[in-house]
């Protein structure tokens, strides 16, 4: 695979928050299939490497490149339709809507999207609870709504904030499961995640983000000669 092109490239990255340097030369690669976390503390620029790949931060350099597309060049309206998918940290599903109408609506940028059926064979959940409005359904149960909100769509990567921030245990356990199924289908995800024992779990690959800056990346099978570089940047 390394040998391959990566699907997502991005190279010297900066990011701003009005006056404010947030992301100061970021460098990483993802390949077609990998699951990827960024892991650091609160506040190190994990999220807004995201939200820069996604285009919602408009003020940064630097080139970003998927699937052979300058997406510096792509407004944020049609980054979707060039196949990249966000679940931000809120979520973002339609409170007031059924779980059948929120999966209704994202619409199909690409071939390949999931049908309702396959939605809701992965996520069981759901299914019990297709008519209850958003308002309605637990923490894990949005997070699932919106990770599945974007399947239906067709992109080919994934980009998770947090998705198990202040989740229950047991469904802390079938989101990953859901995500090691989703590497089996094919899909590509970049997550950022808090919970290490869950990103080791799940991840193939990490890059470890401190002061806007990748500061290491590595493969989870280095992670024992990692841990003490890791205990360190991370506070753990």
Do not use: C
Not at 73 to 89: S, Y
Not at 147 to 166: F, M, N, Q, S, Y
Not at 182 to 198: A, D
Request: no cysteine; aromatic share 6%.
């Amino acid at each position: 695979m390394s040998e391959m092109q990566p699907l997502l490239s991005v190279r010297d990255l900066h990011a701003w928050y009005g006056e404010g340097h947030a992301l100061h030369g970021v460098n990483l690669d993802i390949h077609q299939g990998e699951t990827v976390t960024l892991l650091g503390r609160n506040g190190v620029g994990k999220t807004t490497t995201l939200r820069s790949i996604m285009g919602i931060i408009r003020k940064r350099t630097g080139t970003i490149n998927f699937h052979g597309k300058d997406m510096m060049r792509v407004p944020l309206h049609r980054t979707a339709h060039a196949g990249i998918g966000f679940v931000p940290e809120e979520r973002g599903i339609f409170a007031t809507l059924s779980v059948d109408e929120n999966l209704n609506l994202p619409p199909i940028v690409a071939k390949g999207g999931m049908s309702i059926a396959e939605i809701y064979d992965l996520f069981p959940n759901l299914k019990e609870r297709r008519n209850s409005p958003g308002t309605k359904l637990s923490g894990g149960e949005q997070q699932m709504l919106a990770i599945a909100r974007i399947l239906r769509t067709g992109v080919k990567l994934l980009l998770l904030d947090e998705p198990t921030e202040g989740l229950a245990p047991v469904i802390v356990q079938r989101i990953g499961e859901v995500l090691v199924t989703l590497k089996q289908r094919g899909m590509t995800i970049l997550l950022v995640e808090q919970n290490f024992r869950f990103a080791s779990k799940v991840a193939d690959r990490f890059y470890v983000v401190d002061h806007g800056r990748i500061i290491d990346n590595f493969h989870v099978k280095e992670l024992p000669d990692r841990m003490t570089m890791l205990n360190e940047a991370l506070g753990v």
